[in-house]
C-alpha cells in the first residue's frame, strides 16, 4: 500500500481546504486512516484516527472522510486560521506494515 | 498522563551504529505495541518497525531489515532502536511512538536526533 498526498495546498483564514489521501497497490478502506499534524519543530501530533474520529481537544473543524470508490482518504479543515498552518500526514497499515502519505503543506494566506 | 522519553542526541561516523532508548511511563508497558518512526531533515515521517512489548516479537520496513534491531525491557518499560551501518542518509529524527490500536500512533516521544557525520 502506498500513500500519495498532494505536497500543498493553501486556504484563506475562514476558508475550507481538504487535503486528499490516495491509496495504490491496496485498499484503502481495509484499515483505519489517521491524520496527524506537525508544525515546524514540533511532534506530530493526531487531528483525526480511525478515519473520522477526532481525539479529544481537536476542534470540531477537522474532519475526516473516506471515499471507497477512489480508494482515498480526506481531511477537510473549515474556518481556517494561522494555526493550522503546519505539515499534515495520513498513515495507514497493510498487513502490519505502516504506511505514511508523504505529508502535505498547508499555507494559510 | 502517558509519556514516552528518548535518549539524547547522538552524532555517528558513517559505518557506526546507534541505539536511541524509549522509557514509557503511564501506561501499561506491555499492552501496547511500540513503533519506530523518523524524519529527515526537511523530509516526511517513515515508519521503521515495532514491537509487542509483551512477547518481544517485531517488524520492520522492509528497507530497514537487517540493519535495524527493536528491544524492549520490561522492567525498565523502555524500548530500544539499534541501526547498524550507518551512512549520511540516516541522519535524521527517530521518534517512538505508543500504538493505541488499531495502528494510532499516540503519543509521540520528543524525538532523537541522530547526525551521521564523517
Known amino acids: 500500500l502506498m500513500l500519495t498526498q498532494p505536497h500543498s495546498v493553501s486556504g484563506s483564514p475562514g476558508k475550507t481546504v481538504t487535503i486528499s489521501c490516495t491509496g495504490s497497490?491496496?485498499?484503502?478502506?481495509?484499515?483505519?486512516v489517521q491524520w496527524y499534524q506537525q508544525r515546524p519543530g514540533s511532534v506530530p501530533t493526531t487531528v483525526i484516527h480511525?478515519?473520522?474520529?477526532?481525539p479529544s481537544g481537536v476542534p470540531d473543524r477537522f474532519s475526516g472522510s473516506i471515499d471507497s470508490s477512489s480508494n482515498s482518504a480526506s481531511l477537510t479543515i473549515s474556518g481556517l486560521t494561522t494555526e493550522d498552518e503546519a505539515d499534515y500526514y495520513c498513515?495507514?497499515?497493510?498487513?502490519?506494515?505502516?504506511?505514511f502519505g508523504g505529508g502535505t503543506k498547508l499555507t494559510v494566506l | 498522563q502517558v509519556r514516552l522519553v528518548q535518549s539524547g542526541p547522538e552524532v555517528r561516523k558513517p559505518g557506526a551504529s546507534v541505539r536511541v532508548s524509549c522509557k514509557t511511563s503511564?501506561?501499561?508497558?506491555?499492552?501496547?505495541?511500540v513503533h519506530w518512526v523518523r524524519q529527515a531533515p526537511g523530509q516526511g515521517l517513515e515508519w521503521m518497525g515495532w514491537?509487542?512489548?509483551?512477547?518481544?516479537?517485531?517488524k520492520y520496513a522492509v528497507k530497514f531489515q537487517g540493519r535495524v534491531t527493536v528491544t524492549r525491557d520490561t522492567s525498565m518499560r523502555t524500548a530500544y532502536m539499534e541501526l547498524r551501518r550507518l551512512t549520511s542518509d540516516d541522519t535524521a529524527v527517530y521518534y517512538c511512538?505508543?500504538?493505541?490500536?488499531?495502528?494510532?500512533?499516540?503519543?509521540w516521544g520528543q524525538g532523537t536526533l541522530v547526525t551521521v557525520s564523517s
Open positions: 480511525e478515519d473520522i474520529k477526532r
Open positions: 511512538t505508543r500504538d493505541r490500536t488499531p495502528s494510532w500512533f499516540d503519543p
Open positions: 498513515q495507514s497499515s497493510d498487513n502490519h506494515y505502516q504506511v
Open positions: 503511564g501506561y501499561t508497558f506491555t499492552g501496547y505495541y
Open positions: 497497490g491496496g485498499n484503502i478502506v481495509s484499515n483505519f
Open positions: 514491537i509487542n512489548p509483551n512477547s518481544g516479537a517485531t
